[in-house]
């Protein structure tokens, strides 16, 4: 018996370790910002929204859309017409590194599809570019729930459509 209570003792030891490591619960956010699409033909805004989850003080995902306000002015040829953002959904992997109680850098890699929208000579045409996306940005938090975000996002669309250099900046809000 008295054997069989050390052995108990001893492995519970191993329990210590484990119990002084903290579990972190996800965190939850939602963003709200204008983000400006430059391309090589034109430059277009959109209000941008993004829900996340940060599953890890590290690693997170998330997910997001916009939507084209405006359009730009383009002369194809030498016939002027028109490009629009109508709108685009992407999807994210996003991993983080907190620097201060305050400041997050992230990097992020994910999937998307923008649709556009052009017309020129009375004749307009739709198209749906899919792209793999791959970024950088910092949070600052204002404060538990609030923040300001800024990042960088490279639009590479596929089957040798181009690209599109994406800046913006958001409203964070924490759940």
């Not at 972190?24 to 033909?41: A, R």
């Not at 829900?51 to 995902?61: D, E, R, S, T």
């Not at 959904?89 to 556009?116: C, H, K, M, Q, W």
């Not at 791959?134 to 990042?151: C, E, P, S, V």
């Amino acid at each position: 018996m008295r054997n069989i209570l050390l052995a108990t003792a001893a492995l519970s030891l191993f329990a210590v370790p484990a119990m002084a490591q903290t579990v972190t619960s996800p965190t939850y956010y939602g963003t709200l910002g204008y983000t400006q699409l430059d391309t090589d033909n034109a430059d277009l805004g959109a209000v941008t929204g993004r829900v996340g989850a940060k599953l890890h003080p590290n690693f997170g995902v998330e997910a997001e859309t916009s939507f084209g306000v405006g359009h730009d002015d383009v002369n194809v040829a030498g016939v002027d017409g028109k490009v629009e953002h109508r709108y685009d959904v992407a999807g994210y992997a996003v991993a983080s590194l907190p620097v201060t109680s305050n400041i997050d850098l992230f990097a992020r890699a994910g999937y998307g599809v923008t649709e556009v929208k052009g017309s020129a000579a009375g004749i307009a045409a739709s198209d749906h570019l899919t792209s793999w996306n791959y970024g950088a940005g910092a949070t600052y938090n204002l404060d538990a729930q609030n923040g300001i975000r800024a990042d960088y996002t490279y639009r590479d669309f596929q089957h040798d459509q181009g690209g599109a250099d994406t800046y913006a900046l958001s409203y964070v809000r924490k759940f």
